[in-house]
C-alpha cells in the first residue's frame, strides 16, 4: 500500500449525528468518506467500485437491512461490510449477519470499535500477505 493512500469508506446511515461523527472520526485517522443515509443510493454509489470498506447502520430507512447487503453482495465488485449494530450483537445476529456476508459485526455506541473494525477490513482490503478473514464483534 502507498504511503499516501488514503483508503475511502461508505457510510450509510439514517441518523445525521451519527454520519458526521464517523466522518470525523475516520478522517482523523486518514480515510476518505462519503456518506448517505438512503440504501438505495450506496448501492448507486458502491457500483462505481471506488469503496474499500461498506460501513453501515442496522436500519435503513428506504430497504430492509438484509436485503441492502444481498444486494451488495451482488455486486461484481463490492467491499468489506462492517454493520453497527444498535445494540451489542447476539449469537443469531452474528450467524444472520454472516450469512450476508458481512465482515464484521459492532455495537454501534462503541464509536471506538466501530473505527477499529473499519481499519482492520481496510488493512485486510489491501493486504497481500495475507488473505482477509471474517471476523464479528
Request: glycine share 4%; aromatic share 6%; hydrophobic share 40%.
Amino acid at each position: 500500500m502507498r504511503a499516501d493512500y488514503r483508503p475511502n469508506v461508505l457510510i450509510v446511515d439514517n441518523d445525521d449525528r451519527a454520519l458526521w461523527r464517523f466522518q470525523e472520526l475516520l478522517e482523523h485517522r486518514g480515510m476518505s468518506t462519503r456518506a448517505t443515509w438512503s440504501g438505495h443510493e450506496a448501492l448507486a454509489m458502491l457500483r462505481s467500485g471506488e469503496f474499500d470498506v461498506l460501513l453501515v447502520d442496522d436500519y435503513l430507512p428506504d430497504v430492509h437491512a438484509h436485503d441492502f447487503l444481498e444486494r451488495v453482495n451482488r455486486l461484481v465488485m463490492h467491499p468489506p461490510v462492517v454493520v453497527m449494530h444498535s445494540k451489542p450483537p447476539t449469537h443469531s445476529d452474528l450467524q444472520s449477519y454472516a450469512s450476508v456476508g458481512v465482515e464484521q459485526l459492532v455495537n454501534k455506541s462503541d464509536a471506538e470499535n466501530v473505527c477499529r473494525a473499519v481499519v482492520l477490513c481496510c488493512g485486510q482490503q489491501h493486504s497481500a500477505s495475507k488473505p482477509a478473514s471474517k471476523t464479528v464483534h
